[in-house]
């Protein structure tokens, strides 16, 4: 193994980063080494504390020996059987140990290989559900304005963030729902923000102008997370899901950032006591230790699509590694360290700490928000004039200095760390930002 430090760093001219500003990052890299717990190691040595769990992902902390060990297992085993017309036992035991712990009645699950896939996966269950029960023409998406939802073309088209729709054709026949983001009644909300559960009531508008039987999912993060941590308005859930059951419509929740005890229950679903029709998860699943993601489908969803002859194929999709035997051995891996460490109740025991921690930062230079859910939030600051994104940016790379990763989209910086972080850490990581903020003029 190479250990990598600045003076054997390798050659960064081929690999093509995604959603980096290449060039930037080329001139003046920041690479991570190595990880454990609630550290990484940068290139120069320095340990640097985990303040957004890798992507909001790696919610058990970072190099559990229980995931590695599984991993090699089962590439000593079986490292790979084709998903098409065979497959291996460790599937379909995963499929049903997530089923354990999935809201009720959504106990059938289809296996992809990333958030994306499970979106565009979702999208396509929703739409054939229809076409299976005699209701083709219901092929229109809903989407929301502020979300991400990956970056198929599925996703990219009824996600709701400029910069990834720009200059790509997206499918027809889509439409958003307003955001809910709303810093005039809002700001400074601790957990649910009071104000804008009629922003749902927008759905009314829209089945109304194209009409419910045109119309297939609407789908929303239950708290949108790339956008910048916006928790959803007081009973704004409930009303979607009533509108969606009132007009026929399947409710989607994406809840690749949001699942997997991120709230301090095992989805949102379960946190907000709102269940959704089919449900998009990734990230978590394995605790981002393999690449994965999994689409939650209620089983009358996945009936309808059970029916003409036996022989028949009853639904034309699937990926290569669908349910790869090593991810399903990670993710197994992982739901044991969730039981074991009960993570997702320490999560929910934790979350008022948090709150009480990052709202400690109101009052630092540019702060014009601050916003917690679970263990996430995010601190808005005011874009310096003219030069939008610029103050993020330099929080980012100032708190990396100062030992601290956090995420930053624009001026957003967001927290999301690993649920094993301890008191004395959330302390920490609010010790660091706040200075770090007070720095960035
Ligand atoms: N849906 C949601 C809600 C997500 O957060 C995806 C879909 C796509 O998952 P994959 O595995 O295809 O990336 C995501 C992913 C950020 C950030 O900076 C967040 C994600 C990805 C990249 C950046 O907040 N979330
Ligand atoms: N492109 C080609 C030429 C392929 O043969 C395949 C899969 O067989 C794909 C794309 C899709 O790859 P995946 O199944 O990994 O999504």
Request: aromatic residues 8%.
């Amino acid at each position: 193994m190479t250990a990598y430090a600045g003076d054997n760093r390798p050659d960064l001219s081929a690999f093509w980063m995604p959603f980096t500003a290449n060039r930037q990052f080329k001139a003046d890299p920041r690479l991570l080494v190595a990880a454990a717990g609630m550290h990484y190691r940068a290139e120069d040595g320095r340990e640097i504390l985990d303040g957004t769990a890798g992507l909001w992902c790696v919610n058990a902390g970072h190099g559990r020996p229980e995931i590695a060990e599984a991993v090699h297992r089962q590439l000593m085993t079986l490292d790979f059987a084709p998903p098409f017309q065979m497959s291996h036992p460790i599937a379909f035991e995963f499929a049903r140990a997530l089923t354990t712990i999935a809201p009720q009645g959504l106990d059938r699950v289809f296996f992809t290989n990333s958030g994306s896939e499970a979106v565009d996966t979702a999208l396509k269950i929703a739409m054939a559900y229809h076409a299976a029960r005699g209701e083709g023409q219901r092929t229109r998406l809903i989407g929301r304005e502020r979300s991400y939802h990956g970056v198929g073309f599925g996703g990219l088209s009824v996600g709701g963030l400029v910069n990834n729709r720009r200059g790509f054709v997206t499918l027809p026949g889509v439409d958003h729902l307003p955001h809910t983001h709303d810093l005039e009644k809002n700001a400074f909300s601790r957990g649910l923000p009071d104000h804008g559960v009629e922003k749902a009531d927008d759905l009314e508008r829209l089945v109304a102008l194209h009409g419910a039987e045109t119309i297939a999912a609407v789908i929303v993060e239950p708290v949108a997370g790339s956008a910048g941590v916006l928790p959803p308005p007081v009973g704004y859930l409930e009303r979607l899901r009533a509108l969606c059951d009132r007009h026929g419509l399947l409710l989607i929740f994406d809840e690749v950032i949001t699942g997997f005890g991120r709230l301090g229950a095992p989805f949102a679903a379960q946190y907000f006591g709102v269940t959704p029709d089919l449900m998009t998860t990734a990230k978590g699943i394995t605790n981002a230790a393999v690449p994965m993601g999994a689409v939650f489908v209620r089983r009358g969803i996945h009936d309808a699509l059970m029916q003409g002859p036996e022989t028949a194929i009853e639904f034309f999709h699937g990926y290569t590694y669908s349910g790869h035997p090593v991810a399903c051995a990670a993710g197994l891996a992982t739901l044991d360290i969730y039981r074991r460490e009960d993570l997702f109740a320490r999560c929910a025991s934790l979350a008022p700490v948090w709150e009480e921690a990052v709202h400690s930062l109101r009052g630092r230079a540019n702060v014009i928000d601050i916003r917690n859910l679970g263990l996430m939030a995010a601190i808005e600051l005011a874009p310096r004039k003219g030069a939008p994104g610029a103050r993020g940016y330099e929080v980012l790379n100032r708190a990396l200095a100062a030992g601290l990763l956090v995420r930053v989209t624009a001026d957003v910086i967001a927290l999301s760390p690993p649920l094993i972080v301890s008191p004395d850490q959330i302390a920490r990581i609010v010790e660091i930002l706040g200075p770090v903020i007070d720095t960035v003029a």
